[in-house]
């Protein structure tokens, strides 16, 4: 049998390292293989939330051009949005149907601000 010594304090058997080594690169693979087939971040983001989107049947689900001030019904110049969601903007708190982050508190211009900084990209 063949050894290996590390630091003159122990051995390590050669399959030992060959397996080791099988496994990296089994897990390598792996990641790379989940990487391609994802395909692009950005594509596989809108798909899944254009899922989300669809699955919720909420109405604080918003389109980009909304008008945010329509949405102060109390009239106090604020809104709840989803700080992670953009297009989830509510006149109450609560919680975002698409991923369930609690919506913050804005006022109805940094609410447009948001929608206007964070709207998708059509390339």
């Not at 397996?19 to 994802?38: A, Q």
């Not at 989830?88 to 913050?104: F, H, Q, R, T, Y």
């Not at 006022?107 to 206007?116: C, D, G, I, M, Y």
Request: charged share 30%; net charge negative; glycine share 4%.
């Amino acid at each position: 049998m063949v050894y290996i010594f590390i630091d003159n304090y122990s051995t390590i058997k050669k399959e030992t390292i060959m397996k080791y080594r099988l496994l990296m690169t089994i897990t390598l693979i792996t990641l790379i293989s989940f990487i391609v087939g994802c395909g692009s971040t950005e594509d596989h983001d809108t798909m899944h939330k254009d899922e989300r989107i669809e699955k919720s049947e909420s109405d604080i689900v918003r389109d980009y051009d909304v008008d945010v001030a329509s949405l102060d019904e109390n009239g106090d110049g604020n809104v709840f949005q989803c700080p992670m969601d953009w297009e989830v903007i509510s006149d109450e708190p609560g919680s975002c149907p698409l991923c369930n982050m609690a919506l913050k508190e804005y006022s109805v211009t940094n609410a447009k601000r948001n929608l206007e900084e964070h709207r998708p990209h059509n390339h």
